[in-house]
C-alpha cells in the first residue's frame, strides 16, 4: 500500500472509526490507478489465483513423474477383473502401463478398448498431484486447473510428490491446488488448434492445450483416426515429444517454450493401423496391442456377467440357439459388447410386453431383429 501511495495509483478517503494507525484507513483508487487497470485489464482479464512462474510449474511436473508408479500382475488383473481379457491381453499390458509411455490399441469394434483404457486410469490414477491453477509465462496468463479434466481431491487425503508426501493439515501454497492425477479424454474434436496454447481474445489469457492438462496422468486419443485433423498430422505433431517426453507450445508473440510431456498417451482405434500410420510412427509407439474378438468361451462369460448385472435370467441352451442362429448361420463376428447391447434390447421388449426379462428363443429373436443390421 505504501507503494501504491507513493505512486498515486491510491489515497486515503477516510479512518474507520474502529482501530487506530494505518490499519483504520479506507483507501479509494485514484485517476492514475484507473489508468493502470486498465491497461492491465487490456494485457489480460485473468481474475484468480496468481499464476505460479512457469520454471516452478516445471519442476513441480518433474518431481511428480507419473512415469516411476509401477503395477503388478496381481494389481492388474484385480483392478481389470470386471472386464474378460485373455491372459495374452493382461500380460502385454502391464509393461505397457509400466513403460509410462504410449499404447496403441487397435482391433474390431466392441471389444473394449475404451473400457480398458478407462480401466487403467483408475487403477494408475490413484496417487494425487498437485497443479496450479495458473502458470505466468513470458508476461502471459495460461489457465491449466481446468473443472471438467481434473478432479479435485478431498482435503483428507495425502499427496504424494516424488518419494515424499505431503498431508493437507500442512500449509500450502493457496496457488495450488490438489488432483486426482487426469485422466483425460479427448475424440472427434481434436483439431491442430487445440494441442497448442489457445489464446482468448475476450478475456487475454491462453487455455493450455490437452496435452499439458493430462501432465503426470494419461491421454486417450478415442476413436483415433475419426478427428477433424489427419492422423499423419497429429502423429507427426508428436513424433518429438513421444520420444524426447518434451513438447514445444508457442505464445501468439512467436515465443517458444519447451514443456515437460509427462502423459501416458492411449491411442484407440478399430480402423486397420496401415490406413492411419506408417512404419516410422509405429516405431515411436511403444506399445501395441490388438484387442481381438473374444471366444465363444469369452461370450459366455460376459453374457453370463451381463445377465446377472441386468437381473436377466440366464440359460446355456438359449445362447447356444443366439450363437447358431445368429451368429454361425450368418457368418457374424462375436464382439464382446453384444451381450450388454442385446440384453438392453431384451430389458425394452419385456418392459413393452410386461413380461419377465429372461433368455427365451422368442425374445433373443426379436432383440436380435432389432439389433443387427446385415452390412
Known amino acids: 500500500m505504501e507503494a501504491l501511495k507513493r505512486e498515486k495509483l491510491v489515497e486515503i478517503r477516510s479512518a474507520q472509526n474502529r482501530g487506530v494507525g494505518e490499519g483504520s484507513y479506507q483507501y479509494a483508487i485514484t485517476g492514475a490507478g484507473n489508468h493502470r487497470a486498465h491497461e492491465a485489464l487490456q494485457r489480460s482479464q485473468y481474475a484468480g489465483p496468481a499464476p505460479v512462474p512457469f520454471s516452478g510449474y516445471t519442476e513441480a511436473i518433474l518431481r511428480q513423474s507419473f512415469g516411476r508408479k509401477l503395477v503388478s500382475d496381481f494389481s492388474l488383473r484385480e483392478n481389470l477383473a470386471h472386464l474378460v481379457l485373455s491372459d495374452e491381453i493382461f500380460e502385454r499390458i502391464g509393461p505397457a502401463v509400466n513403460s509410462g509411455t504410449s499404447l496403441f490399441l487397435y482391433g474390431p469394434p466392441g471389444n473394449g478398448k475404451t473400457s480398458i483404457a478407462h480401466a487403467l486410469g483408475n487403477m494408475t490414477l490413484s496417487e494425487t498431484m498437485y ?30 510428490l516424488g518419494t515424499g508426501s505431503l498431508r493437507s493439515s500442512i500449509h500450502r501454497d493457496p496457488r495450488w491446488v490438489r488432483i486426482r492425477r487426469p485422466f483425460i479424454v479427448v475424440g472427434g474434436e481434436l ?11 475476450t478475456n487475454l489469457y491462453y487455455e493450455a492445450p490437452f496435452q499439458v492438462k493430462a501432465n503426470g496422468g494419461i491421454l486417450l486419443i478415442d476413436d483415433f483416426g475419426r478427428q477433424q ?19 514445444y507450445l508457442t505464445l501468439h508473440t512467436g515465443k517458444k517454450m519447451e514443456v515437460p510431456f509427462d502423459v501416458t498417451v492411449v491411442f484407440s482405434t478399430n480402423l486397420p493401423p496401415r490406413d492411419l500410420v506408417d512404419e516410422a510412427f509405429l516405431r515411436r509407439l511403444r506399445h501395441k496391442i ?15 456377467r451381463v445377465t446377472s448385472q441386468k437381473g436377466i435370467t440366464y440359460n446355456d441352451g438359449c445362447l447356444a440357439y443366439l450363437l447358431q442362429e ?34 427365451s428363443e422368442d425374445l433373443i429373436d426379436r432383440a436380435a431383429q432389432s439389433y443387427f443390421v446385415d452390412l
Open 131 to 160: 497443479i496450479p491453477y495458473a502458470i505466468f509465462i513470458d508476461g502471459q496468463v495460461v489457465k491449466l486447473y481446468d473443472a471438467v479434466n481434473h478432479k479435485l481431491v478431498p482435503n483428507d487425503e495425502t499427496t504424494h
Open 191 to 201: 483439431n491442430m488448434e487445440s494441442l497448442d496454447l489457445v489464446f482468448d481474445d
Open 229 to 247: 485433423i489427419r492422423p499423419r498430422d497429429l502423429l507427426n505433431r508428436w513424433i518429438v515429444p513421444l520420444e524426447n517426453r518434451i513438447d
Open 290 to 304: 490388438r484387442v481381438s474378438d473374444p471366444s465363444y468361451e469369452d461370450f459366455r462369460e460376459i453374457f453370463k
Open 326 to 359: 445368429w451368429y454361425i448361420k450368418r457368418n457374424r463376428k462375436l464382439r464382446a459388447n453384444h451381450p450388454r447391447d442385446l440384453c438392453d434390447q431384451i430389458i425394452d421388449i419385456s418392459r413393452y410386453l410386461s413380461i419377465e426379462p429372461t433368455m
